[in-house]
């Protein structure tokens, strides 16, 4: 089994910061930025978890909510990438675990500059 915790280590880091960020640091582009690859996570796990099927897409609940919104994604994406198939010719699990934290971490840089 696949260990997603570097995944959701800076998956929650970047999500606490959001939680106590300030509204106005949020209106300044950290909760579209959380709200961006927070869709982008969970876009990725929809797609491992039922491969052909047209994902959905995160709805837009509100500044004060992004930072849950990207903990619920994180978490969804590491449960299925511990529960993705290994060796079906696909992307790796483990290539889009380490793409996944990449992603996160380069979005937070950007939500908190």
């Given at each position: 089994?696949l260990d997603t915790?570097p995944?959701?280590?800076?998956?929650?880091?970047?999500?606490d910061?959001?939680r106590?960020?300030?509204?106005?640091?949020l209106?300044q582009?950290?909760?579209a930025e959380?709200?961006?690859?927070a869709?982008?996570l969970?876009?990725?796990?929809?797609?491992?978890?039922a491969?052909g099927?047209e994902?959905?897409?995160?709805?837009?609940?509100?500044?004060?909510?992004?930072?849950?919104?990207?903990?619920?994604?994180?978490?969804?994406?590491?449960?299925?990438l511990?529960?993705a198939?290994v060796g079906?010719?696909?992307t790796?699990p483990?290539?889009?675990?380490?793409e996944?934290?990449?992603?996160?971490e380069?979005?937070?840089?950007r939500?908190?500059?």
């Open positions: 089994m915790s995944l959701t280590a800076v998956v929650e880091r970047f999500a910061w959001l106590s960020a300030p509204q106005s640091r209106q582009g950290a909760a959380a709200l961006e690859v869709r982008e969970s876009v990725r796990a929809q797609r491992l978890e491969p099927r994902a959905l897409e995160m709805p837009e609940a509100g500044l004060f909510v992004v930072g849950d919104q990207l903990a619920v994604a994180g978490q969804d994406l590491a449960e299925a511990r529960t198939p079906d010719g696909a790796a483990s290539e889009l675990l380490d996944a934290v990449r992603r996160v380069q979005a937070e840089v939500a908190r500059r």
